[in-house]
């Protein structure tokens, strides 16, 4: 089965860039889609088909997607950041959908 | 607006049923195809099951194929799950969700705890 590797997690001062890893083998041929998850709360997509974001969510958020990786970069990172933050794509050959471990991000 | 409103959690003894469901509105159920993902406490997101909006195809996790089966009632505006032979491991917050132009989740509900437990 198809698997999404994250790092377990990212810190960084406020105002700098994060930047959160998936990797997974040619995941630049898939579209990747990224989630926020706040204690408590459920997830919210701040980032689809790579490097779309839905209504309401800030351009701070953006996506990247090539070869075995993709990325998800927020910049000028807010306290109001900090987050589990998941990737996910839809693996075909499995008919599955895919998670990967999740990033905590930690806002310094 | 989408709202997902998640329902029937609760506890249950290891190798007993319960049924989840998921009542929908603002946007036309019909069309689109759901979703079943969990999280144990403390853990990562675990996708469980989707349906498609016509339920002409339906797939499963490994960890849950042949115990838990997903179902719509398009007539309803509902999504449900039932799940059977349950065991500890299957405790978690259990939330639908709805697809959105692609395979992105792009609508989830608040969720409903199942715990699973003598």
């Known amino acids: 089965s198809y698997v999404l590797t994250q790092p377990p997690s990212v810190s960084v001062a406020p105002g700098q860039t994060a930047r959160i890893t998936c990797g997974g083998s040619?995941?630049?041929?898939?579209?990747v889609h990224w989630y926020q998850q706040k204690p408590g709360q459920a997830p919210v997509l701040v980032v689809y088909?790579?490097?779309d974001r839905p209504s309401g969510i800030p351009e701070r958020f953006s996506g990247s997607n090539s070869g075995n990786t993709a990325t998800l970069t927020i910049s000028r990172v807010e306290a109001g950041d900090e987050a589990d933050y998941y990737c996910?794509?839809?693996?075909?050959?499995?008919?599955?959908?895919?998670f990967g471990g999740g990033t905590k991000l930690t806002v310094l | 607006e989408v709202q997902l409103v998640e329902s029937g959690g609760g506890l249950v003894k290891p190798g007993g049923s319960l049924r989840v469901s998921c009542a929908a509105s603002g946007f036309t159920f019909s069309n689109y195809t759901m979703n079943w993902v969990r999280q144990a406490p403390g853990k990562g997101l675990e996708w469980v099951s989707c349906i498609s909006s016509s339920s002409s195809y339906i797939y499963y996790a490994d960890s849950v194929k042949g115990r838990f089966t997903i179902s719509r009632d398009n007539a309803k505006n509902s999504l449900y799950l039932q799940m059977n032979s349950l065991r500890a491991e299957d405790t978690a917050v259990y939330y639908c969700a709805r697809d959105g132009s692609g395979w992105e989740l792009r609508y989830w509900g608040q969720g409903t705890l199942v715990t699973v437990s003598s």
């Open positions: 996910q794509v839809w693996d075909s050959s499995s008919d599955h959908v895919v």
């Open positions: 088909d790579d490097s």
């Open positions: 040619n995941i630049g041929r898939k579209s």
